[in-house]
């Protein structure tokens, strides 16, 4: 069993940042350390979407287009969490955001829903115009 927790989110006027963190509890680092993490988010009324990816090391990252060069994903595995750093934030990023690890072993970067399988509860983000 794994469980993530995702804390970071709140209120922010567009132009603003946040940092994000997802921290595995503590029994389950073993299985954390040696997967892939992610970062997807999910907009009233739309559907969750692929936002961050991270190897298993954090040497190989992978970033949806509508972020790139704006958000940043990393990962401390002696912590057992990973984060994401926002920057330059638009209203358009508002959305629950939450963190996933992949079902694989994480050699590589996961992008579809369907390669994670424990996830987090989500945290809110709101950016305000």
């Known amino acids: 069993q794994v469980e993530l927790v995702e804390s970071g989110g709140g209120l922010v006027q567009a132009g603003g940042s946040l940092r994000l963190s997802c921290a595995a509890s503590g029994r389950t680092l073993n299985v954390y350390n040696v997967h892939s993490m992610g970062w997807f988010r999910q907009a009233p009324g739309k559907e969750r979407e692929f936002v961050a990816s991270?190897?298993?090391?954090?040497?190989?990252?992978s970033y949806a287009d509508s972020v790139k060069g704006r958000f940043t994903i990393s990962r401390d595995n002696a912590k057992g969490t990973v984060y994401l750093q926002m920057n330059s934030l638009k209203p358009e990023d508002t959305a629950v955001y939450y963190c996933?690890?992949?079902?694989?072993?994480?050699?590589?970067?996961?992008?579809?829903?369907?390669?994670?399988?424990?996830w987090g509860q989500g945290t809110q983000v709101t950016i305000s115009s």
């Open positions: 996933a690890k992949s079902r694989q072993y994480g050699r590589d970067t996961y992008r579809a829903i369907g390669d994670y399988d424990y």
């Open positions: 991270i190897n298993w090391n954090g040497a190989t990252t």
